[in-house]
């Protein structure tokens, strides 16, 4: 079985979010199930510059630029740095290397020309997928990721293309939305533009013609694949999902479980696994020595790694830390975001010294030792995809504390693993907080909770077999 995954970021080349795991990730699994997945990436330039060798494949010259201009571009064939997945790169400059990240500038601007730069991405991923593809290894599905790829069905389909595609959408919230007048240059036909294509409310959405026209749609954990389906979470979208249920499915992330392996972890000087824990109370000394708060045993230590966003539920955190540090707790964060929530986290820290730390940014390393050194770990997420940090929370013995959305949902068992409060209020919170502080002093339970989160399997094999039989459900028979 070939798969064409088509992606704009893939970790460890290019990462902004969950996406680039992702796609680091489950290409790798897929061929260790015997599956020929290889990866479609843009050049950006950070990637151009990591790759170590790279020889072109084939060369574009039907492709215009923003400003109606022919546009350089060439296909490169080389594979993804640690792994043995094969990696093709669309390598166009004048689209793809740029001085900021991969969807805006050093300002945090998006890109003026986005819409040009991920339709060709798609057109490619569409070509290599289709008869006409200008390489010798042709792939039976295609498999696309969110807005950013979300033309490459639309583009096979209306070609007359029968390769089945899918689009796994990563977090709905995010649908790749550009003016009507954006058709005429992006080489879609004017009879594409209705509520049965890719138009969405008097504009044009990438994600919804992904979800229009791929032959399948996945998303990241089986709740989120209903909840989607609904008002509150549908984001405009729910009445396609709907009567698309039958082809719709949530097949959970995994995590790198070589990557996040509290008994052998690089970043970690306290390595501990589920049968011998005495590394994990060092981790939490170190942890707390590391961040200047108090070093006491005894003060439960809650972690947090999060996007500081109303998403992410840091201000029903704000409404109960004075609470949590009332009760004798400690609080350690570590992210960036939202100014004003990142503000509210300065002055928490400020008025609670040695009890409350925060790093305001991002620290690949400090994230492992936060999951490495914290007794609870705080995931109020309003809505919530997949998420990854509490399956690393769990592999840690870190006990996660999460709102029953979307993968939390579905990774976390309330009173066996960890503690699920349902309403995404403070109140609802604090009130599984307080079961948390109830069970901590009583060391039997909690270690048996600790346990029981630690021995989870939440590798990508899982994952990669369910992609297996989905791919085999929508290829002909003799595939």
Same mark, same amino acid.
């Given at each position: 079985?070939?798969?064409?995954f088509?992606?704009?970021?893939?970790?460890?080349?290019?990462?902004?979010?969950?996406?680039?795991?992702?796609?680091g990730?489950?290409?790798?699994a897929?061929?260790?199930?015997?599956?020929?997945?290889?990866?479609?990436l843009?050049?950006?330039?950070v990637?151009?510059?990591?790759?170590?060798a790279?020889?072109?494949?084939?060369?574009?010259?039907?492709?215009?630029?923003?400003?109606?201009k022919?546009?350089a571009?060439?296909?490169?064939?080389?594979?993804?740095?640690?792994?043995?997945?094969?990696?093709y790169?669309?390598?166009?400059?004048a689209?793809?290397?740029?001085?900021?990240?991969p969807?805006?500038?050093?300002?945090?601007?998006?890109?003026p020309?986005?819409?040009?730069?991920?339709? &060709? *991405?798609?057109?490619?991923?569409?070509? $290599?997928? +289709?008869?006409?593809?200008? =390489? /010798?290894?042709?792939p039976?599905?295609?498999?696309?990721?969110?807005?950013?790829?979300?033309?490459?069905?639309?583009?096979?389909?209306?070609?007359?293309g029968?390769?089945?595609?899918?689009?796994?959408?990563?977090n709905?919230a995010?649908?790749g939305?550009?003016?009507?007048?954006?058709?005429?240059?992006?080489?879609?036909?004017?009879?594409?533009?209705?509520?049965?294509?890719?138009?969405y409310y008097?504009?044009?959405?990438?994600?919804?013609?992904?979800?229009?026209?791929?032959?399948?749609?996945?998303?990241?954990s089986?709740?989120?694949a209903?909840?989607i389906?609904?008002?509150?979470?549908?984001?405009?979208?729910?009445? &396609? *999902?709907?009567?698309r249920?039958?082809? $719709?499915? +949530?097949?959970?992330?995994? =995590? /790198?479980?070589?990557?996040?392996?509290?008994a052998?972890?690089?970043?970690?000087n306290?390595e501990?696994?589920?049968?011998?824990?005495?590394?994990?109370?060092?981790?939490?000394?170190?942890?707390?020595?590391?961040?200047g708060?108090?070093?006491?045993?005894?003060?439960?230590?809650f972690?947090?790694i999060?996007?500081?966003?109303?998403?992410?539920?840091?201000d029903l955190?704000?409404a109960?830390?004075?609470?949590?540090?009332?009760?004798?707790?400690q609080?350690?964060?570590?992210g960036?975001?939202e100014?004003?929530i990142?503000?509210?986290?300065?002055?928490?820290?400020?008025?609670?010294p040695?009890?409350?730390?925060?790093?305001?940014?991002?620290?690949?390393?400090?994230?492992?030792?936060i999951?490495?050194?914290?007794d609870?770990?705080?995931?109020?997420?309003?809505?919530?995809?997949?998420?990854?940090?509490q399956?690393?929370?769990?592999?840690?013995?870190s006990v996660?504390?999460?709102?029953?959305?979307?993968?939390?949902?579905?990774?976390?068992?309330?009173?066996v693993?960890?503690?699920?409060?349902?309403?995404?209020?403070?109140?609802?919170?604090?009130?599984a907080?307080?079961?948390?502080?109830?069970?901590?002093?009583?060391?039997?339970a909690?270690?048996?909770?600790?346990t029981?989160?630690?021995?989870?399997?939440?590798?990508?094999?899982?994952s990669?077999?369910?992609?297996?039989?989905?791919?085999q459900?929508?290829?002909?028979?003799?595939v």
């Amino acid at each position: 079985m070939r798969i064409l995954f088509a992606t704009s970021e893939a970790a460890p080349l290019i990462k902004t979010g969950g996406l680039a795991d992702v796609s680091g990730a489950l290409p790798a699994a897929l061929r260790k199930i015997g599956i020929d997945c290889r990866v479609l990436l843009p050049g950006y330039a950070v990637i151009m510059y990591k790759l170590e060798a790279t020889r072109q494949i084939a060369r574009f010259d039907q492709f215009l630029d923003a400003a109606g201009k022919p546009l350089a571009a060439r296909l490169l064939q080389s594979a993804i740095p640690g792994s043995d997945v094969p990696l093709y790169v669309l390598d166009a400059p004048a689209a793809f290397a740029r001085d900021g990240g991969p969807y805006q500038d050093a300002e945090g601007l998006d890109y003026p020309d986005n819409a040009h730069r991920f339709a &060709l *991405l798609s057109q490619v991923a569409a070509l $290599l997928a +289709g008869p006409a593809s200008p =390489i /010798d290894w042709q792939p039976d599905l295609l498999h696309c990721n969110d807005w950013q790829t979300g033309l490459a069905p639309a583009y096979l389909r209306l070609s007359g293309g029968t390769t089945p595609s899918v689009i796994t959408v990563h977090n709905l919230a995010y649908q790749g939305i550009f003016p009507p007048s954006a058709l005429a240059k992006l080489n879609l036909p004017a009879s594409s533009f209705s509520i049965e294509g890719v138009e969405y409310y008097g504009n044009l959405s990438f994600l919804k013609a992904g979800l229009y026209y791929a032959s399948h749609i996945t998303t990241v954990s089986p709740t989120y694949a209903m909840e989607i389906q609904q008002p509150h979470l549908g984001m405009g979208m729910q009445g &396609l *999902l709907a009567g698309r249920r039958q082809q $719709l499915s +949530g097949i959970l992330n995994g =995590i /790198d479980t070589d990557e996040w392996n509290p008994a052998a972890d690089r970043h970690l000087n306290c390595e501990f696994n589920a049968r011998a824990m005495a590394g994990k109370k060092r981790c939490k000394q170190l942890l707390q020595e590391e961040l200047g708060l108090e070093p006491l045993d005894d003060a439960p230590l809650f972690g947090m790694i999060a996007r500081m966003a109303h998403q992410k539920g840091l201000d029903l955190v704000l409404a109960v830390a004075d609470g949590i540090i009332d009760r004798g707790g400690q609080i350690a964060l570590l992210g960036t975001g939202e100014k004003s929530i990142e503000a509210a986290v300065r002055v928490l820290v400020e008025r609670h010294p040695g009890k409350v730390a925060a790093l305001i940014g991002y620290d690949e390393g400090l994230s492992h030792r936060i999951e490495a050194g914290s007794d609870m770990f705080l995931m109020p997420s309003l809505f919530e995809p997949c998420g990854l940090n509490q399956m690393y929370s769990l592999r840690y013995g870190s006990v996660p504390i999460v709102h029953a959305t979307g993968g939390l949902r579905d990774t976390v068992e309330d009173g066996v693993t960890g503690f699920v409060f349902h309403q995404p209020t403070a109140h609802a919170l604090w009130l599984a907080i307080e079961r948390a502080f109830e069970l901590y002093p009583h060391r039997p339970a909690w270690k048996k909770m600790m346990t029981a989160g630690m021995t989870r399997d939440f590798s990508w094999e899982n994952s990669a077999r369910a992609y297996q039989t989905l791919y085999q459900g929508l290829l002909p028979t003799e595939v």
